[in-house]
């Protein structure tokens, strides 16, 4: 019988590592997990994971090296996939040491580490659509990259260095997924989507005045999180390692995400003003979106829409989710959880 393979998975509790953990479980590897410890413990669905066996978890912090040494040489893993990060775009311009030591130097320690273990080891770094920054649309794997946040360039230092640089310099198998915004409703309530879907459902519920929110004229192109980590599997199962961009292929603005979450709630907003005076009346004309500079950028990534036609191709993936889709599954998980909380 052929051997287990043996994966580890950084930022095992954000909803990526939830998601690929459930994923590689059902492929048949043995699933280990860095997590970060916090008073609060694991989320849920990874203590879920954990009673029922799929995921074995280790306590450690890719800024910590002893702990990142201490783990590869328990685990041995045959597959790596770093998605510990400190993954905030906002938060990165307020704490920038905090970033560059996880996005950057956490990547390095994982990557040494790893390789140090084993030497045919394979990585799988989650690279960013944030890396294009300032590039205009469509982006691709050919695109010049333009951070605009630390957060944007402490990950592509990181991808230059420790993945292209690493495969050029000792034949690593290291390959990254550059993955444009995929969201679900494991997303964390700081990230635009989910703050929109869990505020309007608490605003139908009469639970909620009010939303706040910033740049509504910003264009992202937003995809499942389900689809997105089956393509890190596939990533490191080709015969070489390469970069791909994975996205949709379709762009809407923060407006049209409010637009779509309120009408999966049967809810309807009519937007009026421009800029910071912008506001969204619900029907009975009461003023239930409003915008707070407090949520905006020092500098701002306008738009992103990626080609990802290189994945479609090589890996014969695509997503399987719509948008509308991503939303009302988003939507009726926070509408359906905080009515029971409620009832
Ligand atoms: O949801 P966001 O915070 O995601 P952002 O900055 O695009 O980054 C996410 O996707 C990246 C992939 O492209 C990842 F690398 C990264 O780790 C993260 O997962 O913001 C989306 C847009 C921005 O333009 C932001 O300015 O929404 C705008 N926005 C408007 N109001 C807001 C808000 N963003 C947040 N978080 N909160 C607001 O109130």
């Known amino acids: 019988m052929a051997k287990k393979k043996r994966a580890l998975i950084t930022g095992i509790s954000g909803q990526d590592g939830s998601y690929l953990a459930e994923l590689l479980f059902d492929k048949g590897y043995d699933v280990y997990g860095l ?3 916090t008073s609060a413990g694991p989320p849920p669905y990874i203590e879920d994971l954990h009673l029922a066996k799929k995921l074995s978890y280790v306590y450690g912090n890719v800024r910590d090296l002893s702990t990142v040494r201490m783990v590869m040489e328990e685990v041995r893993p045959d597959e790596v996939y770093n998605l510990a990060a400190q993954s905030h775009v906002w938060v990165s311009f307020k704490v920038p040491d905090e970033t560059w030591d996880t996005n950057y130097y ?6 040494n580490e790893a390789m140090r273990v084993n030497k045919d080891v394979r990585i799988y770094q989650a690279s960013t659509s944030e890396m294009f920054g300032a590039t205009l649309p469509p982006q691709n794997e050919r695109s010049p990259f333009a951070p605009v946040s630390p957060y944007a360039e402490s990950k ?3 991808h230059e260095e420790f993945i292209v640089g690493y495969r050029e310099k000792y034949g690593l198998f290291a390959a990254s997924g550059i993955l444009f915004n995929h969201e ?4 964390g ?3 635009v989507t989910r703050k929109i879907t869990h505020s309007l459902a608490k605003i139908k519920l009469g639970l909620q005045e009010k939303l ?3 740049n509504l004229e910003a264009k992202r192109d937003w995809g499942y999180a389900g ?4 393509v890190m599997r596939l990533i490191l199962q080709q015969q070489k390692p390469h970069d791909y961009v994975i996205a949709t292929g379709e762009t809407r603005t923060v407006r049209d995400f409010v637009d779509a979450a309120a009408t999966a709630l049967d809810m309807h907003i009519t937007w009026k003003g421009k800029g910071k005076s912008e506001v969204g009346r619900d029907t009975g004309g009461k003023v239930i979106i409003a915008v707070d500079p407090e949520f905006y950028r020092p500098h701002e990534v306008h738009q992103l829409l990626g080609d990802a036609r290189k994945a479609r191709r090589e890996l014969g993936w695509k997503p399987k989710v719509s948008f509308d889709q991503l939303v009302e599954m988003m939507v009726k998980s926070d509408y359906d959880a905080l009515k029971h909380q409620t009832s």
């Open 35 to 37: 997590l970060r410890r």
């Open 106 to 111: 956490g990547v390095g320690r994982v990557v």
């Open 156 to 158: 592509l230092k990181a």
């Open 184 to 187: 679900s409703p494991r997303r």
């Open 189 to 191: 309530k700081h990230f």
């Open 212 to 214: 706040l929110l910033g």
């Open 227 to 230: 689809d997105y980590v089956e």
